[in-house]
């Protein structure tokens, strides 16, 4: 690319992806390695962790992060003034169920819990239920 490309916008840089593979490696293997019987818990904290850095503020906000982050497509299922439900879903979620007999989704629970938190200014906590036939995950959100 040229200085005057670059100076008028031109020239868009290409769009980076990590292979799916990859993705997994360190997600669900090496983390795993590394964190043992506690890879659920740590993974969970560490989601909270991430929605303090990347709040979102609304649901679009939500989704748009979740797609970005590969984490698979997330919908508002059911909201009560003390809870929301989000469906988890997509290709990569799939891919998930089909090559590991338990995965786990606590970094997501704990990243929309978080959410929750920051956005009632409140405790919140989340719990994730596996639909393994329908290959999706149910994760719901209470706060006080």
């Known amino acids: 690319m040229t200085i005057e490309n670059e100076e008028q916008g031109l020239v868009e840089a290409p769009k980076a992806s990590v292979s799916v593979f990859g993705y997994e490696l360190i997600r669900d293997v090496l983390l795993g390695d590394l964190l043992g019987n ?6 969970y904290w560490g989601g909270k ?4 850095r990347f709040p979102c503020a ?4 939500l989704t748009a992060f979740f797609k970005e982050a590969g984490w698979g497509t997330i919908e508002l299922v059911k909201e009560t003034r003390k809870e929301w439900v989000y469906r988890l879903s997509g290709s990569l979620v799939e891919r998930r169920f089909t090559v ?9 629970s ?16 989340a719990i994730c239920q596996l639909h393994k036939k329908n290959k999706h995950v149910e994760i719901t959100v209470k706060w006080e």
């Open 38 to 43: 506690d890879a659920a818990e740590i993974l």
């Open 49 to 52: 962790t991430l929605a303090r």
């Open 58 to 61: 609304n649901t679009e906000e």
């Open 100 to 108: 590991q007999a338990d995965p786990a989704f606590t970094l997501e």
């Open 110 to 125: 704990g990243f929309i819990a978080e959410q929750a938190a920051a956005r009632f200014e409140s405790n919140a906590e």
